[in-house]
Each structure stands twice: as C-alpha cells, then as structure tokens.
C-alpha cells in the first residue's frame, strides 16, 4: 500500500563514465538498478559494485539506495535500514528517506517512519506518494484525523491514487464512518479493479455492517486476484496481501458459522511468511482463533476445577453501550449488534507463590457491577493452569459476536522478555523448567480480541513485577512476585491489524512500581474500578481518571494507575 517515491537518475550516468568499469556495467549496473530484477540479484550485484570501491560520496550513496531496495523486496527491513541509512550518511536524498520511512513502518515504529517522511517532505519536492506513506504512519498510530489529511494531500496531487482513496477510507471506517468509507474504497475498485487490497478493506467494512455474504465474495475475489498476480508495488510486503484477505475470510466465515471453512482459511494464513507488523498481527489473531475452532471440535472437556468459575446471562440492559451521538466514533458501536461481554478471573489462592487475599474479592465485585450495567460476565476465581485456559478460550469463542468485549484480571501478573502474562494459582517454577510454560500469554488474549469492527477494553489488577527469581518473592501486602521491571506495554496495540473499532488496556499501577493487594476486602484499584465503572454516563476513559484520582488518594501516591488506548471515540459502558 505504499509506493516508492521515484528511483535517482543518477546511476545511469554515474555508472556510465567511470573509467575501468566498462567491462562490468552491462551486467551488474543493469541488475542493481533494475525495478524487475529479483531482489537476491539485485542485492548481489549492488554488493559486488560496492566491493569494487570504484565509487565514494553521491555515487556511492546511490548503490547503497538500491541495494535497499532489494532488500525491501525480501521484506528484510532491518537491512533495508542499514542500508538506507548508510545512503543517507553519504547523501540525503528524498527517495531515501521513503524508502527507510517506509521500512520501519512495516516494522512497526511508527514515530521513526513519520520522521523520514517530514524529512522527505522538507526536503521537497513535495509528493503525494511521500504524503500517502506518512498518512500510513499516522493511522497505524491510531491518528486518524491526520492520516486523512495526509491522503487528502495525496489524493490533491494525484486523483488517480486507489491506494489512497483505499487508506483513507480506512481511517473513515476507523472513526466509525462506514458510509464514507466505503465510498471512497469503492471509488479506489473503480480506479483499479485489479487490485485486491481495496477488496480486503471493503469486506471489513460488509463484516461491521453484518452483510457477511459480500464480506465472503470480496475476499474471495481479492485472493483470486493476488494469486493471479502478485503485487507490482515492490513496497508491498512480501506475501501481505493473501495473508490479509485469509484473515479477513476467515473472521467472515466464523462471523457465518461455517467452522469448516475458516478453519481452512486460518491455517492458510499461518503457511505464509509474515514480514511486516501488519501480517504478523494478522497471523497472531488466525492462530488463536483456529485453536478455538479445533478446541470447540473436539470431545467435551471435563468441568473446569475451580468451583467458582461460572457464566451468568446479563439481565435486560438499561441501554446499549453506545459513544456520544455528536461523535463520529458513535457509528461504530451503532453498527454493531450491540452484544457486550466481559471475561473477569480473580486469582488469589496461590500454592507456591505468595498468595493473595483479594483478587477473588475483586472479581466478585467487577463482575457484579458489570452484570449490573448489562454485561453477560463469565467469571472464575482462583483458576490453575487449565481452567484458566479453558475459560478464556471459551469467552474468545463467545466475543466474536460482541460489540464491546471487557477482560477483567485480578492476581499475579508479569513480565518475561516484554511479553506479559497472567499467573495461574498453581504456578511452580521448576529447576530445567520453562517459567512462561506455567502461565497465560497476554498476548493469546489480545490475538484473540484482535479484529476491527470490535471495542476491547482490558483492565488488569496485577503487579508489575517480573517473577525470575521466587526465592526473593515480596514478603509485603502486594501483588508482585518480585521487584523488577514492570508489564510491557503491548506491541500490538494501535498497529498491525487492530486498527477498527479500538483497544483499551488499563493497568492498576505505573511501570515499574508495585500493585497494592490492599489492607480491606479489596484492593484499592478494584475498589475504585467497581465504584465508578457503572456510573450511568461516565465516559470509560473519564471513569478511569476518577479510578486514578481515587487511588492515588487512597495509597498516598504509592500507586498511580496507568493506561493505553488506542479508542477512537467516546465509549461508554452505561450510558445515561
């Protein structure tokens, strides 16, 4: 979805009148810098030109850049990187700044990319590819209102752009305009009927109607199309595109009912090779969801355990959930069924770990007050290992037909190599044994929750503490394991394929610091949480600012909550 902003003239000339290298410049002149040489040739002629030393400064810049952009067609973007920024040192040239901006925003650092593409913009002249590529910046962010400017630019310079009428209707539909994104992505089909990629978004855009039999034909005409054809944009991400029109059947056949055939197009999607954040997101979200089909296949499972694990239907909601109507994130929900569910697990009774007197507490508290407001709550207390699993995969299966989905977590939490996860009551850590094998992956979770016509709200009492070490476990009324670095904020929030209706994650505490157990029959985060959560038309981030006013009061600012959103308008969980 991103083109090269334009391929120096330079070398041609360069190449050409530098003494001694007439014998080679058929061969490898023409293979460097040729759009349609494969990139294995291309990076081995560019290398082998760079070998010969025959050229320094601006000329040698230029080898350095198209090496790149073999590299890019490899999707390897830390050597398109490298490569870029060894070209840039030599000479700063506009096409280099694209093409490093445009490689690390296929990696996902979104900051950096907006950087490059200022600089290629400053640089000038002004163009609507580089405009185009920055907008891509900003709506993986989450910052929409400025993507759709950017496009605006890019669309002013050149009418003709699909790929920006495609992305800036996806930043519309982000916002919860459904209308007006689909009309500028069906004027990007009308521009182009051969690409695949405005196909893919506009069966995103039949899935948030609830129109699942265009969503089906959509994607399955982008698939015919990409396998008829690969992408002739080298800035496209290798194998990008068939593993996002999968993924995208995929959640459309399950939205259907038809198991079978998303489970045919899941494990497809896990045979392709991810190289860019957006196909790994997309390939996290299809391994969690066919675990869950194949898990629903198979034989019945025996109860969970834990006695207290249960799953209550709501009673009648007062109201819906909806954002503010003056908002246009108010189109989302509104789009949507309507269906809200909520996950809450509190866990406390732990065998070898310090235990903890409240989580269980909490969850009964959180879960009431959720039910209270019209949340269908399933609700377990002082889970092991399996019963953990189990339940969180059987609410997964459930929130695929939810407009808002909570996930409410009370207990022991950590950090292992910025990865988080939740820990069950009988963790054990073992001399020779994996740690992470005794806990749940956050990250299964947020893969699950991952799709785009969805509100995810994930609310975690836990500590910030990472456990490498037991023997120093805290011997203080708190919810760490052990002094450490605090919870990683999560990679995929706001980037890669949950670019729809928004994900909240709050946490009970700051990084680095300690989550108070509490000296009540609650901590002072739940506490707060359950006050304000039903509070009849509290917007949800207003009500997590009162929960975070209330605690820091209440622990003397020993623990000041902390949050990541990438919401895109008002939410609120009990409307006036």
């Given amino acids: 979805m991103r083109r090269l902003l334009l391929i120096p003239c330079l070398l041609l000339a360069v190449l050409w009148s530098t003494p001694g290298f007439a014998q080679a410049r058929a061969q490898l002149g023409a293979l460097c810098t040729t759009d349609a040489t494969p990139a294995d040739q291309m990076i081995d002629a560019c290398t082998?030109?760079?070998?010969?030393?025959?050229?320094?400064?601006e000329k040698l810049a230029t080898i350095y850049f198209w090496r790149a952009v073999g590299w890019n067609k490899k999707g390897n973007y830390p050597q398109v990187i490298t490569d870029a920024t060894e070209a840039l040192r030599l000479k700063p040239n506009t096409a280099v700044y694209n093409l490093r901006g445009s490689a690390y925003?296929?990696?996902?650092?979104?900051?950096?990319?907006?950087?490059?593409?200022?600089?290629?913009?400053?640089?000038?002249?002004?163009?609507?590819?580089?405009?185009?590529?920055?907008?891509?910046?900003?709506?993986?962010?989450?910052?929409?209102?400025?993507?759709?400017?950017?496009?605006?630019?890019?669309?002013?310079?050149?009418?003709?752009?699909?790929?920006?009428?495609?992305?800036?209707?996806?930043?519309?539909?982000?916002?919860?305009?459904?209308?007006?994104?689909?009309?500028?992505?069906?004027?990007?089909?009308?521009?182009?009927?051969?690409?695949?990629?405005?196909?893919?978004?506009?069966?995103?855009?039949?899935?948030a109607k609830g129109d699942i039999a265009r969503a089906i034909a959509d994607t399955t005409e982008a698939i015919r199309l990409a396998n008829a054809k690969a992408p002739v944009n080298i800035m496209t991400p290798p194998g990008s595109v068939l593993i996002s029109a999968y993924t995208q059947r995929g959640l459309a056949y399950e939205a259907k009912g038809d198991a079978a055939r998303a489970k045919e197009d899941y494990a497809t999607v896990l045979k392709g090779i991810a190289s860019d954040a957006g196909s790994k997101a997309n390939q996290a979200t299809a391994k969690v969801r066919l675990a869950l089909l194949k898990e629903a296949d198979a034989a019945p499972r025996?109860?969970?355990?834990?006695?207290?694990?249960?799953?209550?239907?709501?009673?009648?909601?007062?109201?819906?959930?909806?954002?503010?109507?003056?908002?246009?994130?108010?189109?989302?929900?509104?789009?949507?069924?309507?269906?809200?569910?909520?996950?809450?697990?509190?866990?406390?009774?732990?065998?070898?770990?310090?235990?903890?007197?409240?989580?269980?507490?909490?969850?009964?508290?959180?879960?009431?007050?959720?039910?209270?407001?019209?949340?269908?709550?399933s609700e377990g207390l002082d889970l092991d290992r399996d019963a953990m699993q189990r339940t969180i995969h059987d609410f997964l299966r459930e929130a695929t037909r939810s407009q808002i989905a909570?996930?409410?977590?009370?207990?022991?939490?950590?950090?292992?190599?910025?990865?988080?996860?939740?820990v069950p009551v009988d963790i054990e850590f073992k001399a020779g044994a994996r740690m992470t094998d005794a806990m749940v992956d956050m990250d299964t979770i947020m893969a699950g929750l991952d799709d785009q016509i969805r509100t995810n709200i994930l609310i975690l009492d836990a500590c910030r503490n990472n456990p490498m070490a037991p023997q120093v476990a805290s011997t203080g009324?708190?919810?760490?394991?052990?002094?450490?670095?605090?919870?990683?904020?999560?990679?995929?929030?706001?980037?890669?394929?949950?670019?729809?209706?928004?994900?909240?994650?709050?946490?009970?505490?700051?990084?680095?610091?300690?989550?108070?157990?509490?000296?009540?029959?609650?901590?002072?985060?739940?506490?707060?949480?359950?006050?304000?959560?039903?509070?009849?038309?509290?917007?949800?981030?207003?009500?997590?600012?009162?929960?975070?006013?209330?605690?820091?009061?209440?622990?003397?600012?020993?623990?000041?909550?902390?949050?990541?959103?990438?919401?895109?308008g008002e939410v609120y969980l009990a409307e006036q």
Avoid: C
């Avoid at 082998?48 to 400064?57: A, E, P, Q, R």
């Avoid at 300690?514 to 006050?531: C, M, Q």
């Fill in 302 to 377: 025996k109860t969970a355990a834990a006695p207290a694990a249960e799953s209550s239907p709501a009673p009648a909601p007062p109201a819906a959930a909806t954002a503010a109507p003056a908002a246009p994130a108010a189109r989302v929900q509104a789009a949507a069924t309507g269906r809200r569910v909520a996950l809450v697990i509190g866990n406390g009774a732990y065998a070898h770990v310090k235990a903890l007197p409240n989580p269980p507490n909490d969850a009964r508290a959180i879960a009431k007050s959720l039910r209270d407001i019209g949340f269908t709550v």
């Fill in 48 to 57: 082998k030109i760079i070998t010969l030393k025959v050229f320094s400064g």
């Fill in 105 to 207: 925003y296929d990696k996902g650092e979104y900051d950096i990319a907006i950087a490059d593409f200022n600089d290629a913009l400053r640089m000038g002249p002004p163009s609507g590819i580089i405009y185009h590529n920055r907008g891509n910046a900003y709506r993986g962010k989450g910052d929409y209102a400025k993507a759709i400017a950017d496009y605006d630019a890019a669309i002013k310079a050149d009418p003709r752009s699909a790929f920006s009428y495609q992305n800036r209707g996806a930043s519309k539909q982000a916002l919860g305009d459904l209308d007006g994104a689909l009309a500028d992505i069906n004027e990007a089909v009308r521009i182009d009927p051969s690409l695949p990629q405005p196909l893919i978004r506009r069966a995103v855009i039949w899935r």
């Fill in 477 to 568: 009324p708190s919810r760490g394991i052990e002094a450490g670095s605090g919870l990683a904020a999560p990679a995929t929030l706001g980037s890669g394929s949950t670019l729809g209706a928004g994900t909240l994650i709050a946490f009970a505490t700051a990084p680095g610091q300690v989550a108070l157990d509490g000296e009540g029959a609650n901590s002072p985060f739940s506490a707060a949480l359950s006050r304000h959560v039903g509070t009849p038309g509290l917007e949800v981030q207003q009500m997590l600012t009162r929960v975070r006013a209330e605690v820091v009061a209440a622990t003397k600012g020993k623990q000041v909550p902390w949050s990541n959103s990438s919401l895109l």
């Fill in 406 to 422: 909570v996930v409410y977590y009370a207990g022991h939490g950590v950090q292992v190599d910025g990865r988080n996860y939740l």
